[in-house]
């Protein structure tokens, strides 16, 4: 029983490992896609219906399942927090900024899923956990505010870097919030509906920038970049993701955004495509330092067990 649980939990670290790599790449590439002369709201409709039909497609080789009415509820709210705002904003935020600070923002996304522990899951607020959240705060107020005055520092702005941050805080509370109907489906039956859900919402915003993309010509280099947004940076990805999120916990599935600058930097500066600048390196130093600090404290649980062992000590 307990090596099942051991081989599953590291089942479940290599498929986080393996989507934050892939999430990571993806900067890069819708960059690429995008100074080509795909728009920011295009690349995102694309991967919102490419990863509908995608899993719509997955799901008829898959277990059936029957939602009821009222977990179709929920995944709709589920899929605005997780798919539309964290992909709308996030790949809109892309457009705007480089994609080394997009790389960057993404860490601060495990501060995030700490507060909303606490608040939601009433998990403790110990003093590791401020001085992580300080420490990260003040790297990512330090990345955006170094974009002040222009793209001098490696072609960033302070809309796009706020933006991705907004990607990472509803990404935050979803990973937070429907971490009990995550449990209770398969990745197929829940994705499908999710970016189903996703899609409608989104198309109506998008319409007019995806028609005007539809009349334009681009090379095969580009429609291969959108191709590994929708099926690595979103079909892949997310299957991993729910791999990972159905057996670990929030705070630790958050924590591997930590991969993602490490392999969007490297790609960018290789690709000529960014400046990796003294100012970004402080930044990202204390992001990742308050990243690690946070995720060392302990959980609800952990202070939980180690109060009962106290306490049977005593008697």
């Known amino acids: 029983m307990i090596e099942n649980m051991n081989v599953k939990v590291i089942r479940a670290h290599l ?29 995102a409709t694309m991967r919102m219906i ?19 009415s009222h977990d179709l509820m929920l ?8 798919i539309v705002c964290n992909q709308g ?45 300080f420490l990260g705060s003040i790297g990512a107020l330090m990345l955006i505010l170094s974009n002040q005055g222009g793209s001098v520092d490696g ?8 933006l991705c941050i907004t990607a990472q805080v509803s990404f935050a509370c979803y990973l937070t919030i429907f971490k009990k109907l995550i449990s209770r489906y398969n990745v197929f039956t829940l994705m499908k509906w999710m970016f189903t859900y996703a899609a409608i919402c989104f198309i109506p915003f998008s319409y007019r920038d995806f028609s005007a ?14 191709g590994y947004v929708v099926l690595f940076g979103t079909f892949f990805a997310y299957i991993l993701m729910l791999v990972g999120q159905k057996t670990l916990r929030p705070t630790v599935v958050s924590m591997y955004n930590y991969i ?34 946070v995720t060392q404290s302990k ?17």
């Open 299 to 315: 959980s609800r649980a952990q202070m939980l067990a180690e109060g009962e062992k106290e306490l049977e000590f005593k008697l």
């Open 75 to 82: 995944l709709f709210f589920a899929g605005l927090l997780g």
């Open 260 to 293: 993602q600058p490490i392999v969007g930097t490297t790609v960018s500066v290789f690709l000529g495509m960014g400046v990796f600048g003294w100012t970004k390196a402080l930044a990202a130093v204390l992001i990742f330092v308050g990243v690690y600090v």
């Open 155 to 162: 072609g960033g702005s302070i809309l796009g870097d706020a």
């Open 89 to 133: 904003c996030f790949t809109f935020g892309l457009s705007l900024t480089s994609p080394i600070d997009a790389s960057i923002v993404t860490t601060t996304m495990p501060i995030v899923t700490m507060i909303l522990a606490a608040l939601f899951l009433k998990e403790p607020v110990t003093p590791k956990k401020v001085i992580g959240i």
């Open 213 to 226: 993309m539809t009349t334009m010509s681009f090379s095969a280099t580009v429609w291969m970049e959108v």
């Open 15 to 43: 498929a986080l490992l393996g989507a934050a790599s892939m999430w990571g790449l993806m900067s890069p590439m819708g960059k690429a896609a995008m100074e080509a002369g795909i728009t920011g709201l295009s690349l």
């Open 50 to 68: 490419g990863g509908a039909v995608c899993f719509w497609i997955a799901s008829l080789f898959a277990p059936k399942e029957k939602v009821s």
